[in-house]
Structures are given as structure tokens and as C-alpha cells.
């Protein structure tokens, strides 16, 4: 069984479009992340989740709307996308609020805007 | 701010022993981790460090000097499948913030 999983892999998409990430993680874990990963390879934090709570929103624009309808899952919307949106997004869990840095990654979403 | 300083490429040669370093700089550290990501994979964490001293994992190992803010894998008897990029991190708050990533180049 896969542990954290997204869908879909790969989202090819036009400019001013809205599309969604689904993430679910089997692992019972009380927070899931969504992470975007550049061209370059950077790792950057968008949003921190626990327990359904948003507890950090990275100063991500607000065309970006993450949801969780329950701890196991973490969707990710993005509306209007623009060029610069392209990147591949992962989703990734942890167990605890504790000092674990052991995060679980989802495959990740190739998302490209044309 | 927080900051992890890494270097962005290393090459060695298949069998070899190489070591990748990271630099950090944050507020409130508990420890240093480890991951490695393939091309078009995920990161897999690979270790974690909360005090100083070196974590032996198999062919893989980790060090951390708290009083230095430094860290570093060590990579031995280098194989062809360890290509691939790896990132040092560290949690802060709430996120795990990871370095740009250090691709390793393995020569055959």
C-alpha cells in the first residue's frame, strides 16, 4: 500500500485554469504538507497542516486554497494558474507535532501551465 | 531567518567515499535530516541528527556539530544508484525547511 499518494501525476493545464491536487496518507499521521519544487530543484514550504488545521500558510498567493477534510487527507486548489505556477508539487506527511523530522512524500504532480 | 547552506554539485568516482556538507542557521533547532531524491522521484528521508556526533546507517552516515551549526553525509563504496540530489533540512516551528540540494555526479 502506498503510504502518501497523490493524483494526478502529471496535470498539463492552460493559463486561467483551475485544477486540484487530491493527497491521502494511510500512515496515520496528524500533519501533511504541500511543498512546491522548482525548476532548480528548491524545496519550498507552501502550507502546514495538523489535524485539519492550516497552520502555516507560507505566504503563498491567495489563488492557492488548500483544504483538509480530514487528517488523512490534504487537497490542494489552485485557480487562474499562471505560467510561473508550473513546478512539480509534493505532498508529504508526519507523525506528530514533535521534534520527527522523518517526513513521508507523496510522488509528487508534475503540474505545467501553457 | 533560516537559512541551510549546501554545496550544489559534488562529483566522485563509483566506489568512492565522498562527503557532503551543510551549513545552517535557525531559530529553535532540534536537529539535522537527510534526504535524498532520485530524478523524478520523491525525497526518502535518510537520517536524522538531533545530537553532535556521527549516525552510522549501512553505507550512509551523519554528523552534526551543534556548536558549529554543521553537518554533513558521508557517502561510502559509492554506486552508480546513489546519483541523485540530496538535501539537508531542518524543522523549525511548525515546517521542515530543506537546503537547495546537493546533486552527487558518480563516475564509473
Known amino acids: 500500500d502506498t503510504a502518501v499518494s497523490q493524483t494526478p501525476k502529471y496535470l498539463v493545464t492552460q493559463m486561467g485554469n483551475d485544477k486540484s491536487i487530491k493527497c491521502e496518507q494511510n500512515?496515520?499521521?496528524?500533519?501533511m504538507y504541500w511543498y512546491k519544487q522548482d525548476s532548480k530543484k528548491f524545496l519550498k514550504i507552501m502550507f502546514s497542516?495538523?489535524?485539519?488545521?492550516?497552520?502555516i500558510n507560507e505566504t503563498v498567493p491567495n489563488r492557492f486554497s488548500p483544504k483538509s477534510p480530514d487528517k488523512a487527507h490534504l487537497n490542494l486548489h489552485i485557480n487562474s494558474l499562471e505560467l510561473g505556477d508550473s513546478a512539480v508539487y509534493f505532498c508529504a506527511s508526519r507523525p506528530d507535532r514533535g521534534e520527527n523530522t522523518e517526513a513521508f512524500f507523496g510522488q509528487g504532480t508534475r503540474l505545467t501551465v501553457v | 531567518g533560516q537559512s541551510l547552506e549546501q554545496p550544489s554539485e559534488v562529483t566522485a568516482v563509483e566506489g568512492a567515499i565522498v562527503q557532503i556538507n551543510c551549513t545552517y542557521q535557525?531559530?529553535?533547532?532540534?536537529?539535522l535530516s537527510w534526504y535524498q531524491q532520485h530524478d523524478g522521484g520523491a525525497p526518502t528521508f535518510l537520517s536524522y541528527?538531533?545530537?553532535?556526533g556521527l549516525e552510522e546507517t549501512g553505507r550512509f552516515s551523519s554528523f552534526l556539530s551543534r556548536s558549529d551549526s554543521y553537518g554533513y553525509l558521508l557517502l561510502q563504496e559509492l554506486q552508480m544508484k546513489d546519483s541523485a540530489s540530496y538535501f539537508c533540512a531542518v524543522k523549525t516551528g511548525d515546517k521542515i525547511i530543506f537546503g537547495k540540494g546537493t546533486r552527487l555526479h558518480i563516475l564509473p
Open positions: 535557525t531559530s529553535g533547532f532540534y536537529g
Open positions: 497542516y495538523n489535524n485539519k488545521e492550516l497552520i
Open positions: 541528527n538531533a545530537l553532535d
Open positions: 500512515l496515520g499521521h496528524d500533519t
